[in-house]
């Protein structure tokens, strides 16, 4: 059964960096199949796609947070990383990880429970 | 326009039929999926593909396009069915995903 586990600190300080890694068990990420994605909630609002990435390193960004986001693949160890720099409050959300069904219909087919991160001094 | 427009709020007697619409150019020629949240939980989807149920989802949940507008209907809404539903799709690149602002569901 497809697992998915987001980690990270809860708090992040204004302007450093947040990290946060999805480990996936039940499916290797390794699949040809699938992306592996990350979005993110803050509190009263809608959904917000961030990033993609694809087993390979090929990674796709949502164009307005580009510039600050990396993301990343470990085929060794199963799971993906999300990196957000100089973050401030309006990054405060949760974020969930979750895996691309890319055959024979693209959508979000599995998701994690989801990580609250809260940017505050 | 490349974003995705879905009515914020719609309530639906217990039993009764409810369309959750999800307006957007890209939606002519791309397909939508449909994710319900409900605090404390994992989203999950229910449509995708335009009307393509994963497994486990019940038959009373079914989806439709017309144009630039994708649809979710909910037949014979259950109170189980309440919560935040959400359409998704990819841009004409297939490079960008976006999602809907979100309807509120309620069940009366």
């Known amino acids: 059964q497809l697992q998915l586990q987001e980690s990270g600190p809860g708090l992040v300080k204004p302007s450093e960096t947040l990290s946060l890694t999805c480990v996936v068990s039940?499916?290797?990420?390794?699949?040809?199949?699938?992306?592996w994605g990350w979005i993110r909630q803050p509190p009263g609002k809608g959904l917000e796609w961030l990033a993609n990435v694809y087993h390979n390193g090929r990674t796709y960004y949502n164009p307005s947070l580009r510039s600050r986001l990396t993301l990343s693949a470990d085929t060794s160890t199963n799971h993906f990383s999300l990196s957000l720099s100089s973050v401030t409050a309006a990054d405060t959300a949760v974020y969930h990880c979750?895996?691309?069904?890319?055959?024979?219909?693209?959508?979000?087919?599995?998701w994690g429970q989801g990580t609250l991160v809260t940017v505050s001094s | 326009s490349s974003e995705l427009t879905q009515d914020p709020a719609v309530s639906v007697a217990l039993g009764q039929t409810v369309k959750i619409t999800c307006q957007g150019d890209i939606l002519a020629t791309s397909y939508a999926s449909w994710y319900h949240l409900k605090p404390g939980q994992a989203p999950k989807v229910v449509i995708y593909g335009i009307n393509n149920r994963p497994s486990g989802i019940p038959d009373r949940f079914s989806g439709s396009r017309s144009g630039g507008t994708a649809s979710l209907t909910i037949t014979a809404a259950q109170a189980e069915d309440e919560g935040d539903y959400y359409c998704n799709s990819r841009d004409s690149t297939g490079e960008r995903w976006m999602f809907g602002g979100g309807t509120k569901l309620t069940v009366l």
């Open positions: 039940g499916a290797s990420i390794s699949s040809t199949s699938h992306y």
């Open positions: 979750a895996r691309v069904s890319l055959v024979p219909h693209v959508y979000f087919d599995q």
